[in-house]
């Protein structure tokens, strides 16, 4: 409404953070909020709120922002009112912070009383002082008699001339389109494969993992099972019947459950157990997953059961489902997989499915092919988490009576038990390494195939990608690539950082960059921890984006070595797509990319199996990964940036590897013999 000449007053006075109070004189009319609302609230409103660059205001968001992370819940008898609550510290914290007293500032039904607004003379006036910035606060978009939906002090009608502000309010907010405010999802309200979160699944990690100090934004939001299906710590005697971390949690958040159940009991535990496989996915929209011995209700078929017979009459093609369009390891990986096919003459149809939390704006495939008009076969590149998920969603005519190939990833030993359903709901999964395969079989009856990724390395142009990452011509390049969503533990990206540091302490006398290439979310301490250190360090540069086929290629052809000093790999698409490009290589010598690589084309790092801690990776009890040699990893490095011949030679043995062995024309006829095998047995 007016302007902020009071901030700039208080900034020019030396004021670093300034606080908005709810309220400058108490609330005790018997109406809702009071001042013990206020209390449990927090002494300021959090709408607004202004600060000055400083150590101590940086100090004091890095704080708020770890907090956030696990503590931002309503929880008024715990003390905690999502962001706004911990702000009552800010004081304490920053020294010089001001707490501006102005009437005119964060006007709202919390204040209101103190403070009528009034139209004098043509000006807005909170009070004695001049109207500078009005809060609304739980307006109602289809009710204009409400002033707001917290409160019971005020209606419309009785806020006097503060009406004439909300009805221009309510006219603003018309412009909103409620088509795509209702079709907006929350980003925070499902796993990575779509599963809901609901209260009682966020009650559970909050009481477990109560800090997350070691757990990135890939592991939170990774479905797993096995974390909530553990037995809960707080009932010792789980004989009779078991209640698992979930069920104990849903118990305590409803009175009538713990008025009919006594878990302290046998008989108690065995019957909650009964109610709980029975109700809980209606009343509480638990995922199935998550209810043990889980009764389907007879009238609603599940991807695994439902026209599982295959129609022998139907036509010897392909209906790939995937990622089409996603720009990830997945989506590339099914886009090659298209073009294998297509290249190798397999009749094909496709169906895109949209990832979450991907904008999903790759373009479309621009490969020839001949369309299938009723294949029998359904190809779902999708992982396992997500696989009865997209197959739950695909429409029952893509599925039924169609003999169902998933293709998975899986970077670990041993595959994951929870997973099973996943399994159930296949006729066959295609692997891309052996690796894969050996964690699959041991879980499985079903044909586990071995199909790698096709490999092609996209033409690019090094002169534009010296200029896009300032690069000298006799600079070496090594460059590090790596999704985030991809776990940054698994991927290693700190110890690519510190092999480089440690092996070129003067990169500029060395003549080396190294190029950090990511993309994905940096919301998490280690991601925080690595980007700021990346920056700190000489020599590299880092480009967080999302690239097209052009950019990648345009980087390859600048690369002089690919450096990848993983813990694990399914496969190592990236590996192989520099391998292809001619560049010489070092990664960990061990999981899937030992497929194509070896000593004679890339520089194989010797490693250590460790065991994984809790938070490393998903199902990470009882499971193992390699830790490479970090001194091995330096000598590699200053070996290859020493020797331009050597570096020649292994690439070139690379890149005749992956053309004779790796080409989408090589991988389709794979594909295609193998489909050709199984459509000569279903017509038999």
């Known amino acids: 409404v007016g302007p902020l000449d009071a901030l700039r007053h208080s900034f020019d006075q030396g004021a670093e953070l300034i606080l908005t109070p ?6 005790d009319d018997g109406y809702d909020p009071d001042d013990r609302r206020i209390m449990q609230t927090g002494a300021y409103n959090l709408g607004f709120a202004a600060l000055r660059s400083s150590p101590e205001t940086s100090t004091l968001l890095d704080w708020w922002a770890d907090h956030m992370r696990t503590r931002c819940v309503s929880n008024l008898p ?42 004098i003379g043509g000006q807005w006036m909170a009070g004695d002082m ?23 002090r005020y209606s419309a009608a009785s806020i006097g001339a503060a009406q004439e502000l909300l009805d221009h309010y309510q006219s603003e907010l018309k412009f909103f389109d409620d088509d795509l405010l209702k079709d907006t999802p929350y980003a925070y309200g499902t796993f990575s494969n779509g599963v809901a979160i ?20 890939d592991i939170l939001f990774t ?60 009343q509480e929209s638990v995922p199935v997953q998550l209810i043990p011995n889980y009764r389907q209700p007879s009238d609603i078929p599940t991807p695994s059961d439902v026209d599982r017979s295959v129609d022998r009459d139907q036509q010897n093609g392909v209906l790939v489902a995937g990622y089409l369009r996603t720009e990830s390891g997945l989506g590339e990986g099914v886009r090659l997989s298209f073009q294998a096919l297509a290249e190798a003459g397999t009749k094909l149809d496709q169906h895109v499915i949209r990832a979450p939390g991907f904008t999903n704006s790759h373009e479309p495939i621009a490969v020839s092919f001949e369309q299938a008009s009723n294949p029998i076969f359904l190809y779902l590149h999708v992982n396992a988490d997500q696989t009865e998920q997209a197959l739950g969603a695909l429409p029952s005519k893509l599925i039924c009576g169609r003999y169902r190939i998933g293709y998975w990833a899986w970077e670990l030993p041993h595959f994951p038990q929870d997973w099973s359903g996943a399994l159930d709901a296949l006729d066959e999964v295609w692997v891309p390494s052996r690796f894969v395969a050996d964690s699959i079989r041991p879980q499985t009856d079903k044909p586990v195939t071995v199909v790698p990724h096709p490999v092609l390395s996209p033409a690019g142009d090094k002169t534009r990608a010296q200029s896009s990452f300032q690069l000298h011509e006799d600079e070496t390049v090594i460059t590090t690539v790596f999704d985030t969503r991809s776990f940054l533990r698994r991927k290693n990206a700190l110890g690519a950082l510190q092999a480089f540091r440690d092996a070129f302490p003067d990169p500029d006398g060395d003549g080396v960059k190294l190029i950090l290439k990511s993309h994905g979310p940096v919301d998490s301490p280690l991601a925080r921890k690595f980007f700021v250190e990346a920056a700190r360090t000489p020599g590299v540069v880092v480009k967080h984006a999302v690239f097209d086929q052009q950019a990648m290629g345009d980087l390859f052809a600048a690369t ?10 399914g496969f190592g698409l990236n590996i192989a797509q ?12 061990w999981s899937g990319n030992v497929d194509f690589m070896d000593e004679s084309n890339s520089i194989l790092l010797p490693f250590s199996l460790q065991p994984l801690a809790p938070g490393d990776y998903p199902f990470a009890a009882g499971q193992h990964w390699a830790e490479p040699d970090h001194e091995a990893a330096v000598e590699s490095l200053r070996q290859l940036v020493g020797d331009r011949t050597l570096r020649t030679r292994i690439g070139g043995r690379a ?3 992956m053309r004779e062995n790796f080409a989408p024309a090589r991988i389709g006829a794979q594909a295609r013999a193998r489909l050709d095998s199984v459509y000569g047995e279903l017509r038999a």
């Open 130 to 152: 001049p109207l500078i910035l009005f809060h609304f606060s739980g307006v109602d978009r289809n009710d204009p008699s409400v002033f707001s939906k917290h409160q019971n």
């Open 578 to 589: 520099a391998m292809a490009a001619g560049k010489a290589v070092v990664a960990t010598g």
């Open 223 to 282: 479905f797993d099972p096995s974390f909530f299906n553990a037995l809960s710590d707080d009932i010792p005697d789980q004989s009779g019947a078991t209640v698992t971390r979930l069920m104990h949690e849903v118990w305590r958040g409803r009175a009538d459950l713990r008025l009919a159940f006594n878990l302290r009991r046998s008989e108690g535990r065995k019957a909650y157990a009964d109610w709980f496989a029975e109700h809980v996915a209606d």
């Open 22 to 27: 709810h309220a400058l004189a108490p609330l």
């Open 560 to 569: 002089d070595i690919l450096f990848s000093p993983h813990r694990s790999e």
């Open 78 to 119: 715990g003390g905690l009112f999502v962001d706004q609550k911990f702000m009552d510290m800010a004081p304490a914290f920053v020294s010089h912070t001001d707490i501006l007293r102005h009437k005119g500032y964060n006007v709202a039904y919390w204040n209101l009383h103190e403070r009528p607004v009034a139209l």
């Open 655 to 657: 890149e005749v590897r």
């Open 198 to 217: 609901n209260n009682a699944v966020r009650k559970v990690y909050q009481r477990q993992r109560p800090d997350a100090s070691r757990d990135a934004a």
